[in-house]
């Protein structure tokens, strides 16, 4: 089974702070992404990674980035966190053999910002 | 501008009784439509990919279908159990990018 995990389940951090959320995954897929997850606006990807080193913009970047060191391992980095930045972050990879594109998810870091 | 829409925003059902959740996505170029399940508070759980036109997919008591313009989740004799969100989701050619409906409450009552 594809196992997705993600570092922390709930976090709370303050305005202008520097925020890390971690995802692993140990499947050996190419792709990750990270999306955040609001009422009424869905999912909503901000960056995905082809490969290790490698990022991809999605949809809503602004006020994040993004590290893959390693193949297994993709952060989501909040260089100065804000309030409007509270939400629940979801981490998911798929592969390019079999199922393609068939995304795997974490279990989700719901994140407060005060 | 690639848009999934999905139908009902909620339903209530009572155990047992079938129904139908409706998705409707971009109809060019689609290369995956995708169903989930979410729990609150929890992440997407994969139930379904479907390639092509006429395809279907069955799991426990749900089939997901696929029509030139649209997928159906059939949900047969439902349980309190199967009470969640359910998203559908599509990637268009030359891109690994889902593109997520807002998801269709379901809620069934024993």
């Avoid at chain 1, 913009?57 to 590290?67: M, R």
């Avoid at chain 2, 006429?54 to 008591?61: C, H, I, L, M, Y």
């Avoid at chain 2, 089939?63 to 990637?91: Q, R």
Wanted: charged fraction near 30%; aromatic fraction near 10%.
């Amino acid at each position: 089974d594809v196992k997705v995990t993600q570092s922390s389940r709930y976090l709370v951090k303050r305005t202008g702070e520097k925020v890390f959320l971690e995802c692993v995954q140990d499947m050996d897929h190419e792709n990750m992404f990270w999306y955040r997850q609001d009422p009424g606006l869905g999912l909503r990807l901000i960056y995905f990674s082809y490969d290790v080193k490698m990022k991809e913009k999605g949809d809503i970047p602004e006020g994040y980035s993004v590290s893959r060191e390693k193949k297994e391992r993709f952060s989501l980095i909040l260089e100065s966190a804000s309030t409007n930045q509270t939400s629940m972050y979801l981490c998911a990879s798929s592969d390019d053999r079999g199922d393609a594109d068939t995304q795997y998810f974490g279990p989700g870091t719901r994140l407060t910002v005060l | 501008e690639d848009q999934v829409t999905q139908s009902p925003e909620a339903l209530r059902l009572q155990e047992g009784e079938s129904s139908s959740l409706n998705c409707s996505y971009t109809v060019s170029g689609l290369r995956g439509l995708f169903w989930y399940r979410q729990d609150p508070g929890k992440g997407p759980e994969f139930l379904f990919t479907l390639y092509s036109a006429g395809e279907e997919k069955e799991k426990e008591r749900l089939k997901a279908t696929l029509t030139k313009k649209e997928s159906f989740l059939h949900i047969t004799a439902p349980k309190p159990e199967d009470s969640a969100t359910y998203l559908c989701a599509e990637t268009q050619g030359g891109s690994e990018k889902l593109v997520f409906g807002k998801g269709t409450k379901l809620t069934v009552n024993p």
